[in-house]
């Protein structure tokens, strides 16, 4: 422009924006929001450009008509050395400063372009988006050039998405050339190898060829050799060709000769088939590679230079031709399907007579392999009780010929002789003969000792054995041992329990020894609960008394015995003490509804049933619960006992696989409270809160009810809830799916 005020050309106003070129259709509702979304970006991008003072109309600068040796906007990347070089040695002069916008737009096209990540495949494209920006810019702020420019730029828009579409459709083209050249390098390859195979193996065989002349040649001098005097002819028909006036003045016999003119002429005859057979042999060779190459170079551009419409149209007329012909077939099939011709009638018929004459004699065959099977399978049948019974027997005999300890040397050493240790060691395995023995021997050490030392007043030290200094060791037998320790469970479940189990325990020994000799007595008692393990009443008093079980366990397990005893006592009406089997089965289901048939037959089982008994064999019942000196239950007792603690294993396993969490992993009440009623659907509203309890150790008072908000914020470790339920009395209420209703 070479004014400020411009005059303003008379274009027309009708934009040519919508203008599009031949074969090339747009949505114009979607180019129409695209173009004003892009609008109201660039309008926001030019306030920023524009922010200050600075205004464009009235103030355009002539200096490009005057600078002609500088150029505005130098094609070279902005953050490149000789970029910089350039710029730095370009000095305006004086008086011929660029335009504000002028440099304003460069400098935001050159921010633009360092911000680009030319390292995408989209790089170009990313490109140019600054300069369609800066191109708007110049036609929002040139109104008068507004249409022409808009005209230009929609054009080119126009022709850049022609283009791409272009290149996306050629993309599935491009993949498809890729893929038949790779298969055609493929082809090649094996070709090749298969080609190399063929040259070793002649190679080979010539080498074998050439190894059996040189052996012949070798036999055939040998022989010569032997036959003739002198230097032998080095030509192959030198026998034969050797004049008479050269020869040795001994001749060799005309049979020699005639034999070895004869084997001269096989070996001959051999030499020259095998010769031509070779180059037959590489003729045809080189042959078929040719024809190979031939082919791999008339394939290609015969394949693959085909018009795709041409194709596509051989496409639709051959699936035309399938169609029609499918539809004459099924025609035929149609019209033709049940004629059958007389010759094949014939032989069908001829075909059946023989199906049917072997049917015959395969019925004969069969009726003989079926009675065969069905005497097999009685041989089978018995060779499989034997088995069972070997493999039984074979169990019985693993289990007692393994290597052993020499049991029979601890009679001299446990006090009581024989007689005290055939009593220990009936009925038990080495493992626990070998409890049983670290039992007596602790038991003879802590009879050695006189006083025991005081464990101190830390925290981890139990209430009732803070002391410092000596106490002295009482020495009581193991028989006064579990005497105090049955006499202090009686009188924790008489009064009301108040105070903890370990306060408690003390507080008994204080009653029953005075103050003074308490803390002895409590040492001396903990000493001989901790070693007997094997003792009933010692090993649940010490589990109970450490915090490993709750009382109530124990309380719960005398009850299920009690209520046990009491249906046995009711069931017999004479009060003789004695049941039939059939009735102790029926008392244990009736009593223990939930075990299984496997268990209620291990329970009668551990009470003296056998399978030889009959249901009509009489049974003490009261033998069954009775307890020796030392506290020791009879088996079924100690079956009960087994069969609860696996019982409530099984629970917390199917507990632990109904929360599907890790044992580190965190669980919400809520979430065990629906993983309880989903195992154990009978469980009714205050057995689960108590479960709960127990579980995430919360008392009565801040037990939250179900559905309140401080439910989900009441939060433990899946494995401590395990561990707190597992020293818990917990077991099945019901089955885990309710029975339909009959």
Request: glycine letters at 4%; hydrophobic letters at 35%; charged letters at 30%.
């Amino acid at each position: 422009m070479d004014s400020q005020n411009s005059q303003t050309l008379n274009f027309p106003t009708t934009s040519r924006a919508h203008l599009r070129p031949l074969g090339v259709s747009i949505d114009d509702s979607l180019f129409t929001e695209t173009k004003n979304t892009q609008k109201r970006k660039l309008s926001q991008k030019r306030k920023t450009l524009l922010s200050g003072s600075f205004s464009i109309g009235g103030h355009l600068s002539p200096w490009p008509r005057y600078i002609s040796d500088q150029t505005i906007l130098h094609n070279r990347k902005p953050c490149s050395d000789d970029y910089r070089k350039r710029a730095g040695s370009l000095q305006q002069p004086l008086g011929t400063t660029k335009p504000r916008y002028l440099e304003q737009l460069e400098n935001y096209l050159r921010k633009e372009l360092l911000l680009l990540d030319l390292s995408t495949d989209s790089a170009q494209e990313l490109r140019l988006q600054p300069y369609r920006e800066i191109f708007e810019f110049f036609i929002e702020d040139f109104k008068t050039y507004k249409p022409l420019l808009s005209s230009i730029k929609n054009a080119y828009e126009v022709m850049l998405a022609h283009q791409r579409e272009k290149i996306r459709a050629l993309e599935p083209l491009k993949a498809k050339l890729i893929t038949v050249n790779e298969n055609c390098n493929e082809r090649i390859l094996a070709m090749r190898a298969e080609e190399r195979d063929e040259i070793s193996t002649l190679k080979k065989e010539k080498m074998n060829l050439l190894k059996l002349i040189d052996k012949k040649n070798e036999e055939k001098i040998s022989l010569q050799t032997e036959t003739l005097v002198g230097p032998p002819s080095t030509h192959p028909s030198a026998v034969v060709m050797s004049c008479p006036e050269t020869a040795p003045t001994t001749e060799p016999s005309p049979q020699q000769v005639t034999k070895l003119r004869k084997n001269l002429a096989e070996e001959y005859l051999h030499y020259l088939s095998e010769r031509d057979a070779r180059k037959i042999l590489i003729a045809d060779l080189n042959e078929l590679r040719y024809q190979r190459e031939d082919m791999s170079l008339a394939q290609s551009p015969g394949v693959w230079g085909e018009d795709p419409v041409k194709l596509t149209v051989a496409l639709k007329m051959a699936r035309q031709d399938l169609t029609r012909t499918q539809m004459e077939l099924n025609t035929m099939k149609a019209n033709f399907g049940d004629v059958v011709p007389r010759r094949d009638f014939e032989m069908q018929e001829k075909t059946l007579k023989e199906l049917q004459e072997q049917l015959e004699s395969l019925r004969d065959d069969y009726e003989e392999v079926r009675k065969e099977h069905e005497m097999l399978l009685q041989l089978h049948m018995s060779t499989l009780k034997e088995r069972d019974q070997f493999y039984s027997e074979l169990q019985e005999i693993q289990r007692t010929s393994t290597p052993r300890p020499d049991w029979s040397k601890c009679e001299d050493v446990v006090a009581g002789g024989r007689d005290r240790w055939h009593m220990l060691a009936e009925g038990k395995n080495s493992d626990q003969l070998v409890d049983v023995l670290l039992e007596e021997i602790g038991e003879g050490l802590l009879r050695e000792k006189d006083f025991f030392p005081g464990l101190g007043y830390g925290e981890s030290i139990p209430p009732f054995l803070r002391f410092d200094g000596t106490v002295e060791n009482k020495k009581p037998t193991k028989k006064e041992v579990v005497k105090l320790l049955k006499d202090a469970w009686k009188e924790r479940m008489t009064e009301e329990q108040k105070e903890k189990f370990p306060d408690f325990f003390f507080s008994f020994l204080e009653r029953h020894f005075g103050p003074g000799d308490a803390m002895a007595w409590a040492y001396t008692i903990f000493e001989y609960i901790k070693l007997f393990h094997t003792n009933e009443v010692m090993s649940q008093f010490y589990a109970v008394l450490m915090g490993k079980r709750k009382e109530s366990v124990y309380i719960k397990q005398k009850e299920t015995i009690a209520q046990l005893l009491k249906e046995m006592t009711n069931v017999d009406s004479q009060n003789e003490g004695l049941l039939t089997m059939e009735q102790l089965s029926a008392v244990l289901k009736s009593t223990f509804p939930l075990k299984k048939d496997e268990r209620i037959q291990e329970l009668m089982e551990a009470g003296g049933w056998h399978p030889s008994s009959s249901n009509a064999d009489l049974l003490n019942y009261r033998m069954l619960f009775m307890e020796d000196e030392e506290g020791q239950s009879v088996p079924f007792v100690q079956k009960l006992w087994e069969q609860y603690m696996v019982e409530k294993d099984e629970y917390l396993n199917e507990l632990k696989q109904e929360l599907g969490l890790e044992l580190n992993e965190e669980v919400t009440l809520p979430k065990v409270r629906e993983a309880l009623m989903n195992i154990d659907p009978s469980l009714d509203k205050q057995t689960l809160n108590h479960y709960l309890r127990q579980a995430f150790q919360l008392p009565m008072t801040e037990m939250p009810e179900e559905g309140e908000e401080r439910e989900e914020g009441t939060v433990t470790q899946l494995q401590t809830a395990l561990e707190q339920l597992q020293m818990s009395d917990i077991r099945r209420m019901g089955p885990r799916e309710q029975e339909p209703a009959s």
